[in-house]
């Protein structure tokens, strides 16, 4: 199915997409925080024996991170209800007329300088996040083990803030730009691509609960919390990586 989009439809669209990018990004940005308090609070208990004890600190931690992911998933739905109306034409075909195109191309020009100031602060944050945890790694011969914990527990909440603040830059600047990717039917979003993503649609809700059982399943039987966040990156990279294979099987189609 081919979509036929007027200029204003095309305006609607990408004012769309920019509302729906910060609101996205926020939302992300607020589900890899979310440890980071729980990590923190575990890091403070570690110090000695005047602080409150490890287990309470991390039923104040986990309480916390879930208000927190509460907040970002908030986010994710006010952030679809911009988009919602638009959704198809991240899976269907759509065309423009010439003027619009040009417009659309040129807007996107003019976009280019942001994305890739944007997406160079976003590298360097994620590139620096690891510093944190390599630093501590000096000082754990000068430590006794419960201080060697906290601080290097300490640590990674503070790369997850890096990270965090890069991850948010990377989804907006990537949301804006994929808007006019669309419209235009260029790198992820030819048709081929458009229809591989068509594909994976329909199981991204049950990977992600399935994602998110794992996570939860994982972290409460073993109270392992200050490690199981690594499941949210992995699942990310996995969802990427199933993507992609739907949409090589639909070149294969294509060319058949």
């Known amino acids: 199915m081919t979509n036929t989009l007027t200029k204003d439809q095309v305006k609607q669209f990408l ?3 920019k509302k729906s990018a910060n609101l996205t990004a926020t939302g992300v940005l607020l589900c890899i925080l979310s440890s980071a308090p ?3 609070l575990i890091s403070f208990a570690k110090l000695g024996s005047s602080t409150p004890s490890v287990d309470t600190m991390t039923a104040l ?4 991170l879930l208000i927190i992911v509460a907040t970002g998933v908030a986010f994710f739905i006010a952030s679809n209800r911009y988009i919602k109306i638009y959704e198809k034409l991240e899976y269907e075909n759509c065309t423009l007329d010439e003027e619009t195109t040009k417009q659309v191309e040129a807007e996107k020009e003019q976009y ?5 100031a944007m997406t160079i602060t976003a590298t360097v ?6 510093i944190p945890i390599l630093c501590g ?4 011969q000068h430590l006794s083990g419960n201080q060697i914990d906290s601080l290097m527990t300490g640590s990674v909440a503070i790369t997850l803030i890096l990270i965090a ?3 948010f830059f990377f989804v907006k600047t990537n949301t804006i730009e994929d808007g006019y990717d669309i419209l235009l039917q260029v ?3 030819t048709p081929q691509n458009k229809l591989g993503r068509k594909k994976m649609r329909k199981y991204a809700t049950i990977y992600w609960l399935i994602m998110t059982a794992i996570y939860l399943g994982y972290s409460f039987s073993t109270e392992n919390w200050e490690h199981s966040w690594i499941v949210w990156p992995i699942s990310g990279i996995t969802y990427g990586i199933l993507e992609k294979i739907f949409s090589m099987k639909s070149d294969d189609v294509a060319s058949d």
């Open 187 to 189: 790198k992820d979003y």
């Open 15 to 17: 004012t769309a997409r």
């Open 112 to 116: 280019a300088s942001t994305y890739t």
């Open 125 to 130: 944050l994620c590139i620096i996040s690891a």
């Open 137 to 140: 790694t000096f000082f754990t």
């Open 61 to 64: 931690g986990v309480i916390i």
């Open 38 to 40: 729980l990590l923190a």
């Open 165 to 167: 603040i890069g991850v």
